[in-house]
């Protein structure tokens, strides 16, 4: 196996050049990196890794945070983001540790050991809250990290995201264009999330545009009586677009029990729910969380000299 100083004699280098170019040293010129580099491959060369990052006190490792949220362990959607994540890790031979609790105490002491003990100085959070511990301490600490979603307006990292208000725009469109609801209405939940304001304002430009008069509520979590009564009040109502699928699920299931002999259509985001639980008037908007996992790692692992804040992914409507 070729070693560092096989490089540096070949290409008539010092071996402490090649090693700074190898390892992306902005004092070695962008050129001399990528001579080094291809040489390197030529040659079969394989970095120690353990031993660079135990130089560096950092571990090969890096850690994604889960929300505190009772679906995370069953949503195809958080899949989808973890596979992503994961082939771009491997490739840079970096592997994957999850953060996971059942109270944001938990996440956020598991994260501090992390950084502590497990010398883990990069993240990926699969959200972005605001005024959330975990954020706070990882701004605080020495560490690089990205959020899967915008942060809200006045905070600034790198962050994943897809276009929420085209989102929105694409599902209120494809209801009332595609599969002329008259009535569409807007079902969030209560948490206020960056990308649930972005995709109802899609939704509010949309209904302006169409001149109708938009209509939005909020589902609670556990009231099915709140979201009966919303139904039973707006009996205009023909589709819903729905802030997620489970929201847009739980709306769809309410108004056929109370209304079995009558069709609504509904579109929803993530592309998350198990085909056995919906059926053709059920429709969602696929985030493509593949993609965003690995442009996520991407931003994480980026040069210095690309320097990119964040990274939109594009979306698609999945048709039932």
Do not use: C
């Amino acid at each position: 196996m070729a070693t560092i100083r096989d490089i540096a004699k070949k290409m008539g280098l010092s071996v402490s050049t090649v090693s700074r170019a190898l390892n992306d040293n902005q004092r070695i010129s962008l050129q001399t990196r990528r001579q080094v580099k291809e040489v390197a491959e030529a040659l079969g060369y394989q970095p120690n890794y353990n031993a660079r990052n135990l130089t560096n006190q950092e571990a090969n490792s890096v850690g994604v945070i889960f929300p505190v949220n009772n679906r995370v362990v069953d949503n195809i959607f958080y899949v989808g983001l973890l596979r992503g994540i994961n082939e771009q890790l491997n490739a840079r031979n970096y592997v994957l540790a999850v953060a996971v609790g059942e109270s944001s105490d938990q996440v956020l002491e598991n994260v501090r050991s992390m950084i502590n003990r497990a010398q883990i100085k990069r993240f990926i959070l699969l959200y972005s809250h605001v005024n959330d511990p975990v954020i706070d301490l990882l701004k605080s600490a020495s560490v690089e990290f990205v959020t899967v979603g915008k942060p809200a307006a006045g905070q600034d990292w790198l962050y994943v995201d897809n276009d929420n208000v085209e989102a929105g725009a694409d599902g209120t469109r494809y209801l009332m264009k595609k599969l002329h609801v008259s009535t569409p209405v807007f079902a969030e939940s209560t948490n206020d999330w960056p990308y649930e304001v972005d995709r109802k304002t899609g939704y509010l430009r949309e209904m302006s545009l169409a001149k109708k008069s938009p209509v939005v509520f909020s589902v609670p979590d556990n009231d099915d009586s709140v979201v009966n009564q919303f139904i039973e009040e707006n009996p205009q109502m023909d589709g819903v677009v729905a802030v997620d699928d489970y929201t847009g699920l739980k709306v769809y299931h309410r108004f056929k029990l109370l209304h079995p002999g009558r069709e609504i259509e509904v579109v929803g985001y993530n592309n998350s729910l198990p085909n056995e639980l919906t059926d053709q008037h059920f429709h969602s908007v696929d985030l493509n969380p593949n993609e965003m996992g690995r442009a996520a790692v991407k931003l994480l692992f980026q040069p210095e000299t690309e320097k990119l804040r964040h990274i939109i992914v594009s979306h698609i409507i999945q048709k039932s």
